[in-house]
């Protein structure tokens, strides 16, 4: 009898995750999955478009309906309301139409891949004056404001709200004598990586340069993650390039017209205060008793798996091991859980299933002008490999990842990412 696998969320995790469940265990998995849009959002490329004076909303989106019905999988649009795990039931409220009525969907196995919130409802002053770019609607407000005048060139301040982790990785050691550490800041690639471009958009449009943007972090350093020898050389060349930066600044506490105010009490002047939030988990996921973690992510083992119920299975950013919160750590998990359930259906031995969460930050960023910055790094983890290159050859490995991306309905070959190993490290 076919398995009843119920995936929750429809973006970069659950996407990837259904599809290496259906390529493992093909017929004997019934899987459907479920979302609020019927389309996924391409997050990483955002920062770029807006730059460009492109509207992401264009370029960026990926109907999964159409890809989930390929791959003869289901989808159905609705909002997630509960998970009970012990009756093994997902309620949900279609919502195609207001004023439907809640459903129950029963399954064998569930996988959680539902994101966070991104609280920028908890930012004073961020309504009225904060932009970002992790989204398609304020990508676009910031896009307006720098192409059609409305920014006059005043200073700008790129930063992050603390991140409040949970408990729910506490203990685990993907690398031997590694942990998955606590972090300040849930992702600071993206900082990262729309400062430098901003400063190229400056010199571009003749009305600066770097020295008109600080680049501020509520941690001791900026992408702790990426491992202080990528870091300190980023910082380098950011300083070089006239960048201001300010650490330790432990959270934002309010966006007025013209300033920042942080925790630590600095006030920096700004017109444009670019901001990314703390990520929250969903009130859903929250409410699920022995799977939430502290913060409410999704507690699981390095394989993927909730250690109470052991047919929960969790994916990308509400699980709790994801951190940072990156898309491509999302990716190496759905690879486990298509794995997991492969062994449980009797479909791949124990050796090449049980192959445990070797996080990677891997981040490839557009800096402007045709150039970007490569990273990958184990280092925080307790691993040995920290790697940055920054040049035409990461810029070109961004866009062309993004176009495998659609060209493959999302199953970017395993080879893609070794030629894009070989090119960025190698050339
Ligand atoms: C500007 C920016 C640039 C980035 N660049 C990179 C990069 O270069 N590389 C990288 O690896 N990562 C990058 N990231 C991080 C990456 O975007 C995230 O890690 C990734 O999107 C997480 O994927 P996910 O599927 O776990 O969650 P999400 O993308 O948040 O998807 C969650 C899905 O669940 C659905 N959902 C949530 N709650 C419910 C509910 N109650 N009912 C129904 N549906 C629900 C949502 O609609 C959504 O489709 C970047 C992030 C930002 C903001």
């Given at each position: 009898m076919q398995k009843k696998v119920v995936v929750l969320g429809g973006n970069f995790a659950g996407l990837g995750a259904a599809q290496k469940i259906k390529e493992y265990s093909k017929d004997d998995v019934a899987i459907t999955v479920i979302d609020r849009k019927s389309y996924l959002l391409y997050v990483p490329n955002i920062p770029a478009e807006v730059l460009e004076n492109r509207n992401p909303e264009l370029s960026l989106t990926m109907d999964i309906r159409k890809v989930l019905h390929k791959e003869h999988m289901d989808f159905i649009q609705a909002e997630i309301t509960q998970v009970d795990p012990v009756k093994q039931t997902v309620t949900i409220t279609p919502n195609e139409r207001p004023g439907a009525e809640p459903q129950i969907i029963d399954y064998d196995y569930l996988v959680i891949a539902v994101g966070a919130k991104l609280?920028?409802?908890?930012?004073?002053?961020f309504a009225e004056y904060g932009d970002t770019v992790s989204d398609f609607y304020h990508g676009n407000k910031l896009r307006k404001k720098l192409h059609d005048g409305?920014?006059?060139?005043g200073p700008i301040v790129v930063t992050s709200a603390r991140f409040h982790q949970?408990?729910?990785?506490?203990?685990?050691?993907?690398?031997?004598?590694?942990s998955i550490p606590q972090a300040m800041a849930a992702c600071e690639g993206p900082p990262v990586e729309i400062s430098l471009g901003l400063a190229d958009w400056l010199v571009r449009h003749k009305m600066g340069d770097a020295s008109k943007i600080s680049l501020v972090t509520?941690?001791?350093?900026?992408?702790e993650d990426a491992g202080e020898k990528v870091v300190t050389e980023l910082l380098n060349t950011a300083a070089k390039m006239g960048f201001k930066y300010h650490n330790n600044v432990e959270d934002v506490v309010k966006l007025t017209k013209d300033s920042i105010i942080f925790a630590n009490g600095l006030e920096l002047p700004a017109e444009l205060k670019i901001v990314f939030p703390d990520w929250v988990a969903h009130d859903f996921v929250k409410n699920i008793e022995h799977v939430a973690?502290?913060?409410?992510f999704v507690i699981t083992d390095l394989l993927m798996r909730n250690p109470t119920y052991k047919n929960i299975f969790a994916a990308g950013d509400c699980a709790a091991v994801t951190m940072p919160k990156l898309g491509a750590i999302g990716h190496q998990e759905g690879e486990i859980i298509g794995r997991q359930i492969a062994l449980d259906l009797g479909h791949m031995s124990a050796d090449k299933a049980n192959e445990p969460l070797k996080p990677v930050v891997f981040c490839i960023g557009d800096i402007g002008s045709g150039k970007g910055f490569y990273i990958r790094s184990d280092s925080w983890f307790g691993g040995d490999t920290q790697v940055l290159k920054m040049g035409r050859i990461p810029y070109m490995l961004k866009m062309q990842y993004k176009d495998i991306f659609f060209n493959t309905d999302g199953k970017v070959p395993v080879w893609g990412e070794e030629v894009a190993r070989i090119l960025a490290e190698d050339f």
């Open positions: 609280a920028y409802d908890h930012i004073e002053g409305t920014y006059k060139g949970g408990d729910g990785a506490d203990g685990l050691a993907p690398y031997p004598g590694g509520p941690g001791k350093m900026i992408a973690d502290s913060k409410g």
